[in-house]
């Protein structure tokens, strides 16, 4: 029987993986590990397969990566800060659009408590270039940051909070959309708005 796995050993994967081959090598101790648990694995199987899937994304399988994604949201456990956000952004890097919309419907109709989810799909929206979907999931993120007597929003005050109006600020901008005042709360972003 192997030594139970901990979060310790798969980041330390992630970090040492240099080359295609360490990468598939990674994420298949990972998946293994995954489909035969033992007692005492710090990550769940759902987890561990999205750590494979990254490894194996990072070999250049897509199809393979993809694949593991959707069988990390079907595993036991769960992959923070919702496994379905790993398996949206991998179906929008293969252009399945649709599918990946439908998956993000499903995930708001839940309503999410925890900000992360907001900001990571709404980042797998901005990196796919969709930035008004990008932008509807910030701010909805946003609605769930408290900001009640706040004329300035800081990582110290809210990590989460501050990292959604900033990424919303950020999309904004891209967007050319004139600043709001939930906007005015961060600092400016200066190499996307020229200031100093």
């Known amino acids: 029987m192997r030594n139970p796995v901990t979060e310790d050993d798969v980041e330390m994967l992630e970090a040492t993986a240099r080359t295609t081959t360490d990468h598939r090598n990674a994420a298949a101790r ?10 005492g694995d710090e990550p769940s199987p759902a987890r561990l397969l999205v750590a494979a899937a990254w490894h194996r994304e990072q070999a250049g399988e897509r199809a393979v990566a993809l694949d ?29 659009v649709h599918e990946a919309r439908q998956l993000a419907d499903e995930i708001r109709r ?10 990571v799909v709404g980042e797998s ?7 008004a979907q990008a932008h509807r999931w910030f701010t909805m993120g946003t609605r769930h940051v408290d900001l009640d007597g ?15 109006v900033r990424a919303r600020r950020r999309v904004r901008r891209l967007l050319d ?7 005015e709360l961060v600092p400016p972003i200066p190499w996307l708005e020229g200031e100093d």
């Open 177 to 183: 959309l004139p600043l709001d005042a939930l906007d």
């Open 68 to 96: 593991l994604y959707r069988r990390a949201v079907t595993a036991p456990g769960s992959a923070p800060p919702d496994t379905r956000c790993w398996l949206h952004s991998a179906l929008l890097t293969a252009g399945l």
């Open 110 to 119: 839940e309503s999410p408590s925890d900000l992360s989810v907001f900001e």
């Open 30 to 39: 990972l998946t293994g590990c995954a489909h035969e648990p033992v007692p």
């Open 150 to 164: 706040l004329d300035e929003l800081t990582a110290e005050d809210d990590a989460s909070g501050y990292a959604l």
């Open 125 to 131: 929206y901005e990196e796919a270039g969709d930035l």
